[in-house]
């Protein structure tokens, strides 16, 4: 991965004018495209599926005039008058007649009508007029809202001195969440932070550059995607505080890099590739767990969510993309001029200058003056990117945390799990006007008819069923809306009917207590669970639906994939970390780590806005339930932001260790190189998260103080606390993987090991050859057996190689390891310009390889192998073929290989592999003249294969081996 990030690093440096000028026109042509197509996002949460959203498509179809969402005018007379006063009954009835005009209504409930109940308070203060509309929420036209708001503020003038009037209900209980000058603090923040970390303002512009761009291209896609389906408005939202936080932090650990390579000596466009391929490989894999994770909150089932997870990964992924290719075509534009105290040095040499000499006078400088020249061995690859930082605070700090570990390790695990305690008493509900500002009319609203009416006139259910086997639905509605009135937390019962075709009944229901309330939820199960005790007392199959029953559903679906999803992410988080890291304990030590920061966070979000701390100084109008996808998003994002510390920090410290092999040794000078980049990218993600909670919407704000809190916890006293503290009680134990394990895993090369091999061997074998495939102690094993050892060659343009002996495995092992096709476990190996086994892939699409002894085709295989052009071509068991003919066509199909690559003026060269090698002129091109090695005696020479084990065959081996030939090849 950190080779082919070398090359992409490599060109966008090279083509930056291409890859501005392609980033910019994406977004002028995704700008275009969500002016064209936005739809317009929605606040709509449902589930399909779930007994409330059967209900409401059920009404929808045979009770179309109560199925809709509903709006509320509420009135409340001036002191010393009730409702009934003539001056207050006149304008509300004829507001009822006027609102009964409005398109898009389809009934109108006056408080004095006879056939609803209780509209009226008990003291006749207050009234409400009840709006049921065609439609839900989101389908309901702005002009029918607007024409509603409108009535009710004719209403509130033609009321009398004092009286108060409102407009809310179902649906003004969403509003559109906004972007405040607030926000904008955050990323102030971050350029300050960006500048003190760089010390200049041309570098610590280039992350908000980027991050901008990749969250304006992110809404683009989000506006467009609005063509396709249902998008909540706090969907934008919350890609936009990730995409900006991310995009800043990914382009700040790439341009770090290079400055630390600058500093070194690194020319500029050698030092952007090596920083894409070194830091950008960690920005990658980061990325990646980021994307999974929120891609996993599918796992809970729910569309909306879905969509959110989905839109919040894409802005993820622009960000990666974006990271990984503008940055270094910036790097390219800045050059030289980002090197740290590149004009300090300017100004010393300009003091230093003799008086009087001219600007181009040559000035003869000693040794010692001259700039250190730029690296140029493989070697210097390492030192540019582990530069000595000069001892600090970061180096004082780590210090004093793994001098006595495990006083770190109980201090965090005792302080953290303290802080987790409130977490157990988090409730979760979805937000209603009552979570809206208090100023706002709906608000207004919903408080009024909390204190006149009770909570639960905000939150009624519906109860319905089919009654078409009834001889009396009339009668028989009102003993089914009696029994529930009876239960206990109803309020009332307003309203128990049949519609007008006597096919469906519907009962509508007051608690006692708020949308939001526990005990709401409890009424719901409660009649849920006398379903079976209505369908045999009186035949209907009764449902709850109703806009608190679903929200009720959602909540509680949302609570139960908590844990599925929990268990997926950390999952998650041991697999990839085991391929990144090569450790056991590492994984495990960062996913409990993991859980120490969501369990802060969870408990900083119920103290806020349960408990109340701090809800003023935060702007947190009401407090109570948290809204309900909070925890599993929270947990999605968290995950791969603490990855990403995780990443850039532990693989620093390992990339120490693997070079300097003192595992203790490698945890100061690995944190000390890593820890100022990670306290700012920790620092920038603080201020973006925390800059959305004082004037943030409702939905956002619990997320962003989370997310805030989580991030603070995560970088500061799990990373560069509690990690230190455990790999230094651990030592090379922290280190250790099976070996077994180590194979069968795939390899995410984040420290850049295999760039660095591949830059040490780049003039290997020897400079100016073409040397197909080269190799020097190359060992292949298989079941604890080493197959093949020792193995030394060189194989140049339109030679051969032919490998004898009776060891068919040991063969089948060498050809498989040279073609990229199995692991190779020791020595040096280059083939077709490719290290082993860095470069598989590339290896792989390279050559190809023939099993003869398993074709019942070897012409028409061959064939199939050459069609690709590769530069090797390597035939297994090659005397297996004994027909003359097949021989003679085998024959002619390499002679015009091989002229073919001559023409095309390409590598090509072949192995092959047999038993005995007598025979094969009339097999092999009559041009080639081919080396042949005994392998059951080979002596030690130029282009010698040797076995260390030349024993019998081993069938278990070579059916392992064919195993990983078809695996590589499907």
């Known amino acids: ?181 607030i926000e904008l603090l955050g990323v102030a923040i971050a350029l300050v932070v960006l500048i003190l970390t760089f010390g200049s303002f041309l570098a610590a512009g280039m992350p908000l550059l980027t991050a901008i761009l990749g969250v304006a291209i992110s809404m683009c896609l989000i506006f467009i995607a609005t063509l396709f389906g249902s998008i909540s408005s706090t969907t934008p939202m919350l890609a936009l505080m990730l995409g900006l936080a991310v995009g800043i932090d990914y382009s700040l650990f ?84 980002l090197t740290p105290g590149r004009r300090a040095a300017a100004r010393d040499a300009k003091r230093r200058r003799p008086t009087g000499e001219a600007e181009g006078t040559a000035i003869e400088h000693t040794p010692a003056a001259e700039p250190a020249p730029a690296p140029t061995q493989a070697s210097d690859f390492t030192h540019a990117a582990t530069a000595e930082i000069p001892p600090g605070f970061f180096r004082r700090w780590v210090r004093t945390v793994t001098r006595i570990p495990i006083v770190t390790v109980v201090a965090v695990v005792v302080g953290l799990g303290i802080a987790s305690l409130p977490a157990l008493q988090l409730r979760l509900a979805l937000p209603d006007a009552g979570s809206q500002p208090a100023s706002s009319p709906a608000r207004v609203a919903y408080d009024l008819v909390s204190e006149h009416f009770g909570p639960g006139y905000n939150g009624p259910l519906i109860v319905t069923g089919s009654i078409i086997q009834s001889n009396d639905p009339v009668d028989l509605m009102k003993k089914i809306g009696a029994e529930i009135a009876d239960l206990p937390g109803v309020a009332s019962v307003p309203l128990a009917v049949p519609n007008a075709t006597a096919d469906t009944g519907i009962v509508q229901v007051v608690p006692t207590t708020g949308p939001n309330d526990q005990k709401t939820a409890d009424l719901v199960a409660e009649i849920r669970g006398k379903h079976q005790h209505f369908l045999d007392e009186y035949g209907v199959d009764l449902k709850v639906t109703g806009n608190t029953a679903a929200q009720i559903d959602v909540s509680s679906r949302l609570g139960g994939a908590l844990l599925p999803f929990g268990l997926l992410v950390v999952g998650l988080s041991l697999i990839l970390l085991t391929m990144v890291f090569r450790s056991i304990a590492v994984p495990i030590k960062a996913a409990l780590g993991y859980l120490l ?38 947990m999605g994002v968290l995950f791969g932001l603490a990855m990403d510390y995780e990443v850039f920090l532990v693989s620093r410290i390992r990339e120490d260790y693997v070079h300097g092999g003192n595992a203790r040794r490698a945890i100061q000078s690995g944190f000390v190189g890593s820890a100022k980049v990670v306290t700012a990218a920790a620092i920038i993600m603080i201020s973006v998260f925390a800059a959305f909670v004082p004037e943030g919407d409702a939905s956002i704000k619990p997320i962003a103080l989370g997310l805030a809190v ?56 020897e400079p100016g050859t073409q040397t197909v495939a080269a190799a020097d102690g190359l060992t292949v094993s298989a079941r604890k057996r080493r197959l093949v050892g020792d193995v030394s060659f060189r194989l140049g343009n339109g030679e051969a190689f032919v490998v004898h002996g009776g060891d068919r495995t040991a063969a089948l092992a060498l050809l498989m390891a040279i073609t990229g096709r199995t692991h190779v476990d020791g020595g040096t190996v280059k083939v077709a310009g490719f290290v082993l086994p860095t470069r598989g892939s590339a290896v ?52 015009a290989a091989l002229s073919r690559a001559r023409v095309e003026d390409r590598p090509f060269a072949i192995v092959v592999s047999c038993v005995d090698p007598s025979g094969l002129d009339d097999l092999l091109p009559s041009t080639v003249e081919p080396t042949a090695v005994d392998l059951d005696d080979a002596p030690r020479r130029p282009r010698v294969v040797t076995a260390a084990d030349p024993t019998d065959p081993s069938d278990s081996d070579r059916a392992e081996h064919g195993a990983h030939l078809e695996k590589a090849n499907a």
């Open 1 to 181: 991965m950190s080779s082919l990030l070398y090359s992409v690093g490599r060109w966008a440096f090279r083509a930056r004018k291409l890859v501005v000028i392609i980033w910019i026109g994406l977004l002028a042509l995704l700008g275009g495209g969500a002016l064209l197509f936005n739809q317009g996002t929605d606040n709509s949460f449902s589930i399909p599926g779930t007994e409330s959203q059967e209900a409401l498509d059920t009404l929808s179809r045979t009770f179309p005039q109560v199925s809709g969402t509903t709006a509320q005018i509420v009135v409340v007379a001036p002191d010393g008058k009730t409702v009934d006063d003539s001056d207050i009954k006149q304008p509300i009835e004829d507001t009822v007649g006027a609102v009964k005009e409005i398109d898009g209504v389809s009934g109108v409930s006056s408080p004095y009508s006879t056939q609803v109940k209780n509209l009226i308070s008990a003291d006749r203060s207050a009234a409400i007029i009840t709006v049921q509309l065609k439609g839900q929420m989101t389908t309901v036209t702005a002009e029918t809202k607007a024409a509603v708001k409108e009535a009710g503020a004719d209403l509130a003038k033609q009321l009398p001195d004092g009286a108060k009037s409102a407009v809310g209900g179902q649906l003004f209980s969403q509003n559109m969440p906004s972007l405040s000058v």
């Open 254 to 337: 790439i341009i770090s890099r290079h400055q630390g390579q600058l500093k070194a000596g690194v020319p500029p466009e050698e030092s952007a590739a090596r920083a894409v391929a070194t830091a950008g490989s960690a920005v990658l894999f980061a990325g990646i767990t980021v994307i999974i994770a929120l891609a996993g909150l599918a796992v809970a089932g729910i569309p909306f969510l879905t969509t959110m997870g989905i839109a919040a990964s894409a802005a993820v992924a622009v960000a990666v993309v974006i990271a990984l290719t503008l940055t270094p075509a910036l790097l390219g534009f800045a050059g030289a001029r």
């Open 597 to 634: 920061s969501v369990g802060a966070a969870f408990g900083a979000v119920t103290v806020v806005f349960e408990w109340g701390w701090l809800a003023d100084a935060l702007h947190v109008d009401k407090t109570g339930p948290i809204i309900s996808f909070m925890p599993i998003i929270l």
């Open 710 to 765: 989580g991030v603070f916890v995560d970088a500061f006293l799990v990373r560069m606390t509690l990690v230190p503290a455990v790999l230094q009680l651990l030592g090379d134990k922290a280190w250790w993987m099976p070996r077994w394990l180590d194979r069968i895993l795939p390899s995410f090369d984040v420290e850049g090991d295999g760039l660095q091999k591949e830059l040490e061997l780049a003039e290997w074998p």
């Open 844 to 895: 792989r699409s390279r050559t190809s390889i023939v099993r003869l002894d398993h074709s019942e085709t070897p012409v028409d295989d061959i064939r199939r192998a050459l069609a690709s052009g590769p530069q090797l071509l390597a035939l297994d068991a090659a005397d297996s073929v004994t027909d003359p003919v097949e021989r003679r066509r085998i024959h002619g199909e390499l002679t």
